[in-house]
């Protein structure tokens, strides 16, 4: 008999609330500045609250066994799981996996809660984020039913080849947890009270899957890479969680990233939906080819060159980034957020404090509350993609962009630059730096103090033009 039971939930993350606010985007005279983008949807639209579901049937499989039948393979497997210690992938995961999930049956999947996020999304921006994140990237917490249980051994790496959930746990230095999975399978990593320290190569690397989910259960977890990293034969892998397909960063506990070069690196699409991740590297944090996703979790990147880069040098009209939500901090010595086509922001809690803020060929900001600290440009609109006009847009959302002394912008556009909504607030020499046309069509524009009513070149040419977009060119 099937018994579902669904309530509303007010989450946290320490002092952090999970219940995100939607963004509706401005006026639609923004989008005769500049194109837009129609975003590649993943299979399902998400929910519009936030849930805990408490339910007999796990969301991927159910549980049909009687409580004798579990109560006696509970106790065949808690043998098994002693001595068994799998290092190999396919065959040995798959014989211990049919003793030790059912273990995991007896004790959890009779009452598996479910922790689900929310992305609230827009369709009406230069991305259409409807499809973006599917229901299993927001769900928090893995089903463990049939999981396969890993406690990690100096110098023995691991190898998972088959789609499936597996937990990892232990302490343990010089190893790496390999994916070489199918192109369809997909496979959830759960880490659990995990620390690996490696002296030149990933802690985990993906090989091949269709997507993996990198899941922290509430617990703290700790990867790291002391020294240079080693290729693997023509694949430069440089970051501590490598993969060469979809990565998804999600779950209730905190994974601490310590990296001499990138911390996560996804050579397709990059998603964060939950979890809490603390970074140091020196590198880039979050690097992704395809896209970066963010709409809920912890985001804080104490050093680092680039914060979030999304770069494809072989298609142009991909290498965005999207935030709907989320805590993310960045302290940079380059680009906090790098989009070489799109960065679009709908929500969020986003500090910064970098040479430059946000870089991208269209930066187009409908919400969430943006502080910028920035010794060059506060928010850079750049030629990066000859897919995309070059625009800076504001349709929404509370800005504050303080500079630095010296020969810095607060808003460089190489383009346009539209303002349409919300409230921008600068402390600057120089406000407003652009090549093509301004507009100032809504919201509030307050530059040192004073609010602004028209927007004019503080920068003409790259001389010094001084206060003349702060003040309506008085």
Same mark, same amino acid.
């Given at each position: 008999m099937k018994y579902q039971k669904v309530r509303n939930i007010h989450m946290k993350y320490g002092k952090r609330s999970w219940s995100l606010v939607g963004i509706g985007l401005a006026a639609a005279m923004s989008l005769t500045a500049c194109s837009s983008l129609t975003g590649s949807g993943e299979a399902s639209t998400v929910s519009s609250s936030t849930q805990v579901i408490e339910s007999s049937i796990n969301y991927e499989q159910s549980s049909n066994m009687t409580s004798q039948e579990s109560n006696k393979t509970s106790q065949d497997s808690s043998q098994t799981s002693q001595e068994t210690q799998t290092q190999e992938s396919s065959q040995s995961a798959q014989e211990s996996s049919s003793a030790q999930s059912e273990s995991s049956q007896s004790n959890s999947s009779s009452n598996t809660e479910e922790i689900v996020t929310v992305a609230n999304t827009t369709s009406d921006g230069a991305i259409d984020a409807t499809d973006l994140f599917s229901n299993r990237d927001l769900t928090q917490t893995a089903d463990l039913s049939e999981a396969v249980y890993y406690t990690v051994s100096d110098g023995q790496d691991i190898t998972i080849t088959a789609a499936g959930v597996y937990v990892l746990t232990g302490s343990a230095s010089e190893v790496t947890v390999i994916v070489e999975a199918g192109d369809e399978d997909k496979v959830q990593l759960v880490l659990d009270s995990l620390s690996i320290t490696n002296s030149d190569s990933p802690c985990i690397y993906v090989k091949s899957a269709d997507k993996v989910f990198v899941t922290s259960t509430d617990s703290e977890n700790d990867l790291s890479v002391t020294g240079t990293f080693t290729a693997d034969g023509d694949t430069n892998t440089d970051a501590v969680i490598f993969s060469k397909d979809d990565l998804v960063l999600n779950g209730l506990g905190t994974v601490t990233i310590k990296s001499t070069d990138n911390a996560i690196t996804s050579k397709d699409d990059l998603k964060v939906t939950g979890g809490t991740w603390v970074i140091d590297c020196e590198s880039d944090a979050l690097e992704a080819n395809d896209s970066i996703r963010i709409c809920d979790g912890i985001i804080t990147i104490n050093s680092c060159n680039d914060g979030l880069h999304s770069e494809n040098d072989d298609d142009y009209t991909l290498g965005y980034i999207y935030i709907c939500g989320g805590t993310i901090t960045i302290d940079a010595d380059d680009d906090a957020i790098h989009g070489t086509t799109i960065v679009q922001i709908d929500g969020g809690t986003i500090d910064i404090s970098a040479a430059e803020g946000i870089e991208g060929t269209w930066v187009q900001i409908n919400g969430g509350e943006i502080s %910028? =600290? &920035?010794? /060059? /440009?506060? %928010? !850079? *609109? *750049?030629?990066?993609? &000859? *897919? =995309? &006009?070059?625009?800076?847009?504001?349709?929404?959302?509370? %800005? @504050? %962009? &303080?500079?630095?002394?010296? /020969? @810095?912008? *607060?808003? /460089?556009? !190489?383009?346009?630059l539209v303002v349409n909504g919300g409230t921008i607030t600068i402390s600057a020499q120089f406000a407003f730096d652009f090549d093509g046309y301004a507009e100032l069509n809504g919201g509030t524009v307050i530059v040192n103090g004073q609010q602004v009513y028209n927007i004019t070149n503080s920068m003409m040419g790259g001389g010094m033009g001084g206060f003349g977009g702060g003040f309506g060119g008085h």
């Open positions: %910028i =600290y &920035s010794w /060059d /440009d506060g %928010i !850079n *609109a *750049a030629n990066k993609s &000859s *897919a =995309y &006009s070059v625009c800076a847009e504001f349709n929404g959302g509370d %800005i @504050t %962009i &303080s500079m630095a002394q010296g /020969d @810095t912008d *607060a808003i /460089d556009s !190489n383009g346009n």
